[in-house]
Every structure is written in C-alpha cells, then in structure tokens.
Nanobody, 114 residues
Framework: QVQLVESGGGLVQPGGSLRLSCAASGSFFSVNVMGWYRQAPGKQRELVAFITSGGSTNYADSVKGRFAISRDNAKNTVYLQMNSLKPEDTAVYYC????????WGQGTQVTVSS
C-alpha cells in the first residue's frame, strides 16, 4: 500500500533543466529500488534511471551524462536532475518503487520544445 507522488514536470526549452521528485508514502516495510521511466506517444515505456537503497545507480545510454538520480532514504524520496534537455526527452515520466511490491506514480509530463 505504497503511494507515489510526483512533481517537477513542465515545459522547458532545449538545453534547459528540470528536477523531478517522487515521494513514497503509505504502509510499507522498505523501498529497495526507486527509478524513473518515460513513455512518449507511440513509443514503449523505457527505463531512464534507477537507484538502490545502497546508492547504486544505472542510466539509460540516451541520458547518461545528462541526468542524475539521487535518493533521500529518510524521506523515501527519489529525484531526477535533468540537464541539457533535448526534444527527444519529451515524454510522460513515471516514478517506480519496489517496496518490495512494485508501485507506480501517476506520471508527470515533461515537454522540451522551443
């Protein structure tokens, strides 16, 4: 019974930055892995990045070097710092948590456009 609340999406110009946040709340024992996925219209949902409770991270090749995922274990919150944004990054971004049952957020729209 974990709920995920996302924030930080919006409209940004190419080359700009956004910071997404996802906070987990409700009744659960632990959150082992938190991550971000995205889905653009007409495309499959894809993994962007994830972080474990121990701080290990992994990134999709398309965002490596531009995005950074971090985690505040005390707050059960995960962040995604998105820099050097490109139009190809436009998508609905979804937060995912394993607590240990998988839970998904509602999604937040990120639009990169001139």
């Amino acid at each position: 019974q974990v709920q995920l609340v996302e924030s930080g999406g919006g409209l940004v110009q190419p080359g700009g930055s956004l910071r997404l946040s996802c906070a987990a709340s409700g009744s659960f024992f632990s959150v082992n892995v938190m991550g971000w996925y995205r889905q653009a219209p007409g495309k499959q949902r894809e993994l962007v990045a994830f972080i474990t409770s121990g701080g290990s991270t992994n990134y999709a090749d398309s965002v490596k070097g531009r995005f950074a995922i971090s985690r505040d274990n005390a707050k059960n919150t995960v962040y995604l710092q998105m820099n050097s944004l490109k139009p190809e990054d436009t998508a609905v971004y979804y937060c995912k948590a394993e607590a240990p049952v998988v839970a998904w957020g509602q999604g937040t729209q990120v639009t990169v456009s001139s």
